[in-house]
DNA sequence: TATGTCAGCCAC
DNA sequence: AAACGTGGCTGACATA
């Protein structure tokens, strides 16, 4: 037997990595015991990268442990290896994991027999409880929800950094700290060591973090909770979405093409590279523009909304004709967007394919500080919904269509739910339209659209915690007929403005902390108690659209969903079935907060994700000759007008 | 080379 | 008195 150790409270905790049949048995002993205890064991893996859905990813070992061991076993060494670690996952009754959905989807792809399916059930996640009881990252004042973070924090603070000493590793054999992990020896001793150790610090880690989630009070329904919803995300993950990789490369060229041409444009007025904003306000300036907007840095900002106004376009890139466009602005916005989608959506998802054309994009079911997802690899819940080009992209599987849930206004029904404020309840449980509304009491019946727009702009405003100076920044108000408006809307609702007053003083004398309705905690910085009714509407909005999930997942449908959106559900069906689908997905997301009903608007696509998205775009652009050299879109738009 | 910060831009 | 929230990601640039 090869054995190691990993250092913890002082302690050398034995690491063992069998090579032999008899250690094997060792090993399957060791198994066996924990097993007939009714033990938890903690399980991790070392893979070759994160990206799990690559031709190229492996599993380079599986770990097993407890507080005072650790067994490694080296899979990629062949298939006797592999089997033990499945007969190993399926024996243990209970299980522990740093980030459960990361080696589950693994060891569902890579190990025998091994399915999420069967891991799930018997699994408790380190992550989720550290989220729990912290929701904050490192960099936002949190103990950090990585195991290095957690471990230092809860179990020992002078453990080594795992992935800081392997990397000096990696480099004396020539590699990175990316590439490393596929490369490095698998049988180095200090990669065994710390691939050992963090089973060991898991296990540790968890009975501290269940012991923390008690002491603070956290509704312990939560922790079923967060575990389900996750299920449910690896299970979408796993699925994945088809991409056209025809459609997607010849997207990717003409971006670039596009991105080249208007770089060359910028040329002609001295700037070299499109992304250097000193080469850009620099050659603004000397064209004669002024500027007075400032970065926090304090550097000239050349953002979009300064490049706007100076190449004499409105938000959507129509012209206003109120000044001479500046030709460089125009031709910084064109070629920067161009690039954007060409990098980080286009030539992301062609990276991230399998091999069937599928990406798998990565679900973070709980990951924000108010417990909102996110989506990364590629990041599908920021592609543009302004244009349909990048979302075409994505298919509907063979004979289905795409079909998009999502709740109607969700977040001011929250509002109302947890003010308790009478005027805007009732107007909403009457169906009025809350900025008619708003934009009628502030200004008078016969108010203007430009009047309800500024409603509209208050109401979004006061749910981030804004105040009238990024009002009228928005709306191009004066700064005291911005405050007249935020005034008036607070007139309209009381209660609601009452409530966010005391909030924040309730938030301030608990030290900065929060429980939100469904129990969770929130934690914010010292200087931002005003974001405190944004934390808790965006929190709870999230729980219930996690709730909306798992009853999605109850009724049978979870086979049908390709994507969680904060408030949306993007799923498929096939042609005739789609309606039906979208109808019972809405169905099981439908509930209600405090007497408040929180409605759903199913929608039905045609093949591509981009379709849903036609609508109004394509009366603007069918004369486009964009359409001419893309028969496909063409194709697409035409279903969509049908 | 790797990492950190700033600036910018995409979404809800 | 006022305070616009939550993310992922790329590229430039400075630094170790």
């Known amino acids: 037997m090869i054995e190691h150790s990993f250092p913890v409270l002082g302690q050398q905790i034995p690491v063992y990595v069998p090579t032999t049949v008899d250690d094997f048995r060792a090993f399957q002993r060791y198994i066996t015991g924990r097993a007939n205890a009714g033990e938890r064991v903690a399980f991790d893996t070392e893979t070759t990268g994160l990206d799990t859905f690559s031709p190229g990813f492996r599993i380079r070992t599986a770990q097993f442990g407890t507080p005072d061991q650790a067994w490694v076993l080296q899979v990629e060494k062949g298939e006797d290896l592999q089997r033990l670690a ?10 522990s994991m740093q980030n459960r959905n990361f080696d589950s989807l693994a060891c569902d792809r890579h190990l025998p027999d091994i399915m999420l399916e069967a891991l799930a059930p018997k699994t408790l996640d380190t992550y989720i409880l550290s989220h729990l009881s912290d929701p904050r990252r490192r960099d936002q004042g949190g103990v950090g929800n990585g195991l290095k973070d957690a471990s230092a924090h809860y179990v020992d603070p002078s453990a080594p950094d795992t992935a800081a000493g392997l990397y000096d590793e990696f480099h004396e054999i020539g590699h990175t700290k990316d590439t490393g992990w596929r490369h490095i020896d698998i049988n180095n001793p200090l990669y065994l060591s710390y691939a050992g150790g963090d089973v060991i610090l898991t296990s540790r880690l968890l009975p501290k973090l269940q012991a923390r989630v008690k002491e603070l009070g956290i509704n312990p329904s939560l922790i079923p909770f967060e575990h389900a919803v996750g299920f449910v995300c690896a299970l979408i993950e796993r699925r994945g979405m088809r991409i056209d990789r025809g459609y997607t490369t010849q997207l990717s060229a003409e971006l670039a093409d596009e991105s080249a041409r208007w770089a060359e444009e910028a040329k002609k007025y001295g700037v070299e590279n499109i992304n250097s904003t000193r080469q850009v306000s620099a050659a603004l300036l000397g064209m004669g523009e002024e500027i007075k907007e400032r970065t926090a840095g304090g550097a000239v900002q050349v953002d979009g909304n300064v490049l706007k106004r100076l190449a004499d376009v409105d938000k959507q890139w129509d012209p206003i004709g109120s000044r001479t466009p500046n030709p460089l602005a125009m031709a910084i916005l064109r070629s920067k967007r161009a690039s954007k989608w060409r990098t980080s959506y286009a030539e992301a998802m062609l990276r991230t394919a399998d091999e069937n054309d599928r990406v798998h994009p990565k679900i973070g079911a709980l990951a924000a500080r108010t417990a909102r997802m996110s989506i990364s690899d590629p990041p599908f819940q920021q592609l543009p919904s302004g244009k349909w080009e990048v979302r075409h992209a994505i298919r509907a599987d063979d004979g289905c269509r795409m079909i998009s849930v999502d709740y109607s206004s969700v977040e001011p029904r929250v509002m109302a739910a947890l003010s308790g404020d009478e005027r805007m309840t009732a107007a909403i449980l009457r169906g009025d339209d809350l900025h008619n509304l708003t934009a009628a009491s502030v200004y008078g019946p016969g108010f ?40 008036g809307y607070k007139r309209t609702y009381p209660r609601l403005a009452r409530y966010i007053r005391s909030l924040q003083a309730q938030v301030i004398r608990d030290g900065y902390t ?10 914010f ?29 109850e009724r049978g449908l979870t086979p049908h969903v390709l994507l969680p959106v904060h408030d949306e559900i993007v799923a498929d069906a096939t042609d005739s079935q789609a309606h039906e689908v979208a109808r019972e997905i ?18 039905v696509g045609g093949h591509s994700w981009g379709s849903l998205y036609m609508k109004e775009a394509t009366t603007m652009i069918a004369n486009d000759s964009w359409y001419a050299a893309h028969p496909d879109a063409a194709e697409a738009a035409e279903k969509a007008r049908a």
């Open 586 to 603: 809405g169905e099981a997301m439908t509930m209600s907060l405090r007497g408040i009903p929180l409605g759903t608007d199913p929608d």
């Open 448 to 487: 203007t659209p430009g009047q309800r727009k500024v409603a509209k702009v208050v109401q979004l405003g006061v749910a981030y915690g804004g105040g009238a100076a990024t009002i009228a920044a928005q709306t191009g108000l004066s700064l005291s007929a911005a405050q007249d408006a935020v005034k």
């Open 86 to 95: 499945s007969w190993a996952l399926r024996t243990l009754p209970e299980l």
């Open 514 to 523: 929060l429980r939100t309705p469904s129990g969770r905690r929130l934690v």
């Open 525 to 553: 910085d010292r200087d931002a108690a005003y974001a405190s009714f944004n934390g808790e509407i965006q929190s709870t909005a999230r729980d219930i659209f996690a709730q909306g999930l798992l009853e999605i997942h």
